[in-house]
DNA sequence: CCTACCGATCGGTAGG
DNA sequence: CCTACCGATCGGTAGG
């Protein structure tokens, strides 16, 4: 958390007391104490609490969009002619557990705390979630088309992929017992075998 | 939510603003509106906003650790001498599964909002999740020890397993396309393929 | 970035 | 279960 800027530093503080305590518990003057000023300092930064929560869903969500782009167009690079749907949801799983780890308070506010924002915010990042769950679902579907995976509701699986990754952001610490990368390793194995069924 | 006293029924209405909107942003007076009385009409029946709380999320607790007593008990009828593991952990899947349908309200509470709870209740509901979590990481071992199941750690196993029936919390809704028991079918089949691994 | 301050709302109490 | 009310805190503004 190397800030550049002072609303940068702020975004980053916030992310951190409302992934802990949730939006709605976290006060301005709680963000304003651990930067160390007053209350109404801030706003000489922002424009009003609810921005601040904005901000941090924002680009969090951009961060997952991108990591996303970034391991399928991987993905897809390896192979000429028709993707590998295994390989790709697995590189998308890594994706979406690094995100997470490299920044688990602005990961876990996108999670959990995107449903204190208001009218078009909420709405817009309400869309962006559904596109980004999609992109797993679909996935899915196509790695039954090819035959990959054995399984019958592609919706189904896709909340629970999701619902199994992201609860990463309650329970990762960069001190736990294992390290990110081993972490990403293990849920990568667990959703393609969940997804496989294999001959058993 | 058939309410036999006016304390239940107090906490049947504040379980779903919880679960909405979060317990900081609810307020006294929302729960009151939401039984058509006034804001401290309620201190008649409660004594604070957190002892509602708690008693949503102790009751919560009670659901899901009999539900799972339940399970296992007749998961372990079946068998006169060692448990099948698989068979036990399908069992407290489609239990915690069926808690969380039954009344999502209270159960999704359960998962997200105890963080809200302070002091000895918060230490206290927290030894009772650890000890529920225990159960699965406990079977999971147990699968492995059998060689039901093929994988190295039963403790990101739990948590991954817990993620993703917890997520239901968010996602389910009676209305929705598939019925509870289709949905806990589709789960159960899912953590078991992603345990047993198979001979791929 | 500060002090001084605003109206609104919070959880909760008194007294019926 | 009500009205009237409490001190504390909320998000935010004014004016430097």
Do not use: C
């Not at 869903?57 to 951009?62: C, H, N, P, S």
């Not at 979406?96 to 920044?103: A, F, L």
């Not at 001190?175 to 294999?198: F, N, S, T």
């Amino acid at each position: 958390m190397v800030e550049v800027t002072r609303r940068r530093a702020i975004e980053d503080v916030a992310s951190e007391l409302f992934r802990a305590h949730g939006y709605a518990a976290t006060s301005v003057r709680d963000i304003a104490r651990a930067l160390d000023i007053q209350g109404p300092s801030l706003y000489a930064h922002v424009t009003s609490k609810e921005d601040v929560l904005r901000a941090i869903v924002d680009r969090a969500a951009t961060r997952f969009e991108q990591a996303a782009d970034a391991a399928l167009a991987t993905a897809r690079a390896g192979h000429s002619a028709a993707l590998d749907p295994a390989a790709a949801l697995a590189a998308l799983v890594r994706a979406h557990v690094r995100v997470i780890t490299d920044d688990v308070g602005t990961a876990g506010v996108f999670v959990h705390e995107w449903r204190a924002l208001t009218g078009e915010r909420r709405a817009g990042i309400l869309e962006r979630r559904d596109a980004y769950e999609a992109r797993f679902r679909d996935l899915v579907t196509d790695g039954i088309a090819t035959g990959d995976f054995e399984l019958t509701d592609p919706a189904v699986a896709a909340k629970a992929i999701l619902g199994m990754l992201n609860a990463l952001s309650t329970w990762y610490s960069p001190d736990g017992r294992l390290p990110a990368g081993r972490i990403a390793d293990h849920l990568a194995d667990l959703v393609l075998r969940m997804l496989q069924g294999g001959s058993r």
